[in-house]
């Protein structure tokens, strides 16, 4: 037979599209021709298919091939069509049958001597393809793990384009060898521990609050004052991820070539830190072709530090805005449109001026301390639920703090209960945390008393709050009650709630 059909999965973004790849032998001069919008790298795909083929024994068919893949109008790229482009020429040269192949979606790039490679974004593709009806697919051995986390799906491991085409007669193919490694040990596993931290208990209490609410965290300090060792211990304290955010997680970070060997889910709450000099680009996400994922998606159902924020540039920080509000980043582009989830907890830290020296030692002048700020827009701090300032301590504090400073793991028990009062009490909304619901709804469905919006509502009168910072500090208050375990927020709570946004450093 001279035409035979797979198929295999386009990603855009973390959406993967279905594409069905037709390969029709003829007459005339050996060439072949590609079609269906590739980009480079699988234009290139032809002369290293072509070498995998006859090097795993397969008789490469002469004449003029030529590889439809559909629809025509979807851009397609990367390395993953290798093995399904292989399996659909060697069936139309009648070298293997066409049965197995009706249904299957192969994914896998291949080496020059035929080997399987593993590919980025296995994950989303497998349950697109899921999605659409598709249950049999056919991965390289490095992929099997993350293929194999979607349910109700059967997944052959190949090593080479030997053992596809062995697979695709019913013969038995030698078994892989799967790839197995130690799983990174996460924060909260004989790792980074808040109780570290001494001399700081009011910044560890933030970030206590910060982890049972979802709440976003500013810390102002000089250097050597624990502000980045709060934020690496920050996931310490939170809650494992439930299997439909490890799912998304781990979509994001197996587009993005992150994900460590041997540990294909994401179960621990992600930590992004990006560096000062990072663009626009980068933290948001983009690039040339088919954009990818930003930091601020790699931290999706995590935390996104930014440390020595005002050395970021301002257009930089602002475009942290948009995600912050929505939970998502839309990238568009000529050829499409691309969305990637980016709901995540902000981390900010930055030095009291640009010498960062403390107190008296300061010689900066009060224009260059504001313009050192300038770049943190009053929209950006207005979102931040939490500021605290972090201040030296002295050799007898840090011994004195020994005996208050509690472990990660007790901590971490108090951020899961006040977690549950919150789910609970939310349990007929669409959201979970304090943080995530709506002032608006927040205020309609959970009135508080008269006594405890008093301070707010003087703050309000003398302009020292907006109306989007009321609707913060109530939900900071929500978090301090969880966390006492009492029904609802006094005026102890609210007045606590409005100190921790206003920020005494500000």
Request: glycine fraction near 10%; include cysteine; aromatic fraction near 4%.
């Amino acid at each position: 037979m001279s035409l035979s059909r797979t198929h295999c999965v386009t990603l855009l973004g973390v959406q993967g599209h279905m594409v069905e790849v037709e390969v029709h032998l003829g007459g005339g001069d050996p060439g072949i021709t590609l079609v269906g919008l590739p980009d480079a790298a699988l234009r290139e795909a032809r002369d290293r298919i072509r070498a995998a083929v006859v090097n795993s024994g397969e008789n490469w068919p002469s004449g003029q091939i030529t590889i439809s893949l559909s629809p025509a109008s979807l851009p397609k790229s990367g390395s993953l069509f290798d093995l399904a482009i292989a399996g659909a020429v060697l069936a139309a040269a009648g070298e293997v049958p066409l049965e197995r192949l009706a249904d299957t979606v192969l994914i896998a790039e291949l080496g020059l001597d035929g080997r399987t490679r593993p590919v980025r974004g296995v994950l989303p593709a497998v349950v697109s393809a899921a999605e659409q009806g598709f249950t049999r697919f056919v991965v390289a051995t490095g992929n099997a793990a993350e293929a194999r986390l979607v349910p109700d799906v059967d997944v052959a491991v190949v090593e080479d384009l030997s053992g596809l085409c062995l697979w695709l007669r019913g013969e038995p193919c030698p078994a892989p060898e799967e790839e197995h490694g130690e799983r990174p040990r996460g924060p909260g596993e004989h790792g980074p521990d808040l109780a570290d931290v001494l001399g700081q208990p009011v910044a560890r209490r933030a970030v206590e609050i910060a982890a049972a609410g979802g709440h976003n965290l500013m810390m102002l300090g000089p250097p050597g004052t624990g502000k980045s060792l709060l934020a690496e211990r920050l996931p310490s304290v939170l809650p494992r991820l439930n299997r439909a955010e490890a799912l998304e997680a781990t979509a994001i970070h197996s587009v993005a070539g992150l994900l460590p060997p041997g540990s294909p889910l994401v179960t621990l709450p992600p930590f992004a830190s990006p560096h000062h000099t990072s663009s626009r680009a980068s933290i948001i996400g983009g690039g040339v072709g088919n954009p990818g994922p930003g930091w601020v998606s790699k931290a999706h159902h995590g935390i996104l530090f930014v440390d020595e924020a005002p050395q970021f540039g301002r257009g930089v920080l602002d475009s942290l805005r948009e995600p912050l509000e929505r939970g998502e980043v839309v990238i568009a582009r000529a050829s499409a449109t691309v969305t990637f989830p980016a709901r995540f907890q902000l981390v900010m830290a930055a030095n009291p001026c640009p010498c960062a020296k403390p107190g008296n030692l300061c010689t900066c002048p009060a224009g260059e301390r504001r313009r050192y700020f300038s770049r943190l827009s009053g929209p950006l701090l207005d979102r931040i639920d939490l500021k605290v300032e972090l201040q030296p301590v002295s050799r007898s504090e840090l011994l004195a703090d020994r005996a208050f400073a509690e472990s990660s793991e007790v901590v971490a028990e108090r951020v899961l209960q006040a977690r549950e009062r919150a789910r609970s009490r939310l349990a007929d909304t669409p959201w979970s945390t304090n943080a995530a619901i709506p002032g608006a709804r927040l205020r309609r469905d959970f009135p508080l008393e008269p006594m405890a919006l008093r301070v707010l509502g003087q703050a309000m009168d003398r302009g020292q709050i907006s109306a989007r910072g009321v609707d913060r500090a109530l939900r900071v208050a929500w978090t301090l009650a969880d966390l006492s375990g009492r029904e609802r927020p006094g005026p102890e709570e609210t007045a606590y709630a409005y100190a921790l946004w206003s920020g005494r450093a500000w």
